[in-house]
């Protein structure tokens, strides 16, 4: 598949983090000669947090770690690509727990200590057989690096997404990695797509399922693709303790503060890297609402207008239609004053007080239109509330990959 053209000029330089080994591995989950199984061990005493769809059709992936996720503790993370194994009822269940059990036996763990993760077609059970032949292709595999980990969970995406922050902690630095799959299907309810975040802080779990939590409300819970919310999102983070910090138990130690603002800023380049690979993405639209009733009520307008078909088309076409913008502002279903509100396109002002700015040169929004990077700005005039949400444009290319996804 082409690569984006939004997409970065390479893959990022990681560091590896402390007692997190990666691994990959052919299953075979569809007709391809690829790796499709990234296997990740992880040293005792790893905490984790995690967010899942909201979706009331979750694969009993997404199940499996609702469950596992409060325990606080894991010791390995499966993610297989091609097949999402969800509307597969209890064949689907016993594939998610075959493969925990085999997880578990080879490291001697309990099996509420394996993650797992699918993405791909929904309907298609996992076959137990190729998951069971391709663990044990991954337990003997060399260790690999973030940027092979990140190809081997990948679908249609065109490219692999991986991010890092560091942190201090006292005396003590912390790294973040993440690495990220999604291009389609991206509109989250929680979190989004399959996205894993790794880190060698020390950290209680309930304090960094708080974090995360935080951290997805103004980055993952704000970008959106197509308005489609999988039925297998998932970001777990995990935390191996490695790096010696005095351990983080409460937003008031030294150096949550810190280790917070890390993790947001590595959400938001991960949440970023999924729009910018959108299916069929010509721009990266950044949409900034203020003057709204409230932050949910801007973040809602927000959506309203990253997710009209007819905006994005017209991002698509570098047609500066700000009606469209006002279309999707009413239909929200948020508090709106007509005559109040203001739409700009960049730094220009194209509308304010219910009517298009008179006399306003069209040339540079021509100009920011026909950039990869679009800002549209709006004030609603009503309150303090602000939100900022990213989208992309929507161009043929994401008909053709979607009408031919299955083949």
Known sequence: MQRSPLAPAHFPVLPSIAGVTLRVAQARYKEWDRCDLTYVELDAGTAVAGLTTQSLCPSPEVEWCRDAIPLGSARALVVNAGNANAFTGHRG????????AKVANHLGCLPSDVLVSSTG???VPLPIDKAEAG?????????CGWEAAATTIGTTDTYAKGAHASAMIGDTRVELVGIIKGSG?????????????FTDAAIDP???????????KRTFSCITVDSDTSTSDTVLAFATGKAGNAPLTSMDDAGADAFQAALSDICRQLAHLVVRDGEGATKFVEISVE?????????RIGLSIANSPLVKTALAG???NWGRVV?????????????LLSIRFGATQVATGGLAVEGYDEAPVAAHLKGQDIEIGVDLGLGEGRATVWTCDLTHGYIAINADYRS
Not at 185 to 197: E, F, H, K, Q, V
Not at 206 to 216: E, G, H, K, R, V
């Open 93 to 100: 269940r016993a594939a998610v727990e075959a493969i925990a």
């Open 185 to 197: 299907m991206i509109a989250p309810d929680m979190a989004t797509m399959l996205g894993y975040i």
């Open 206 to 216: 309930a304090l960094l399922q708080q974090m995360l939590s935080a951290a997805n």
């Open 318 to 320: 570098e047609d500066a």
């Open 327 to 339: 279309m999707a502002i009413g239909k929200a279903g948020e508090p709106a004053d007509r005559d």
């Open 291 to 299: 003057g709204a009733a409230s932050d949910e009520s801007a973040h």
């Open 121 to 123: 077609v929904i309907g």
């Open 135 to 143: 663990l044990e292709a991954a337990f003997v595999a060399e260790p």
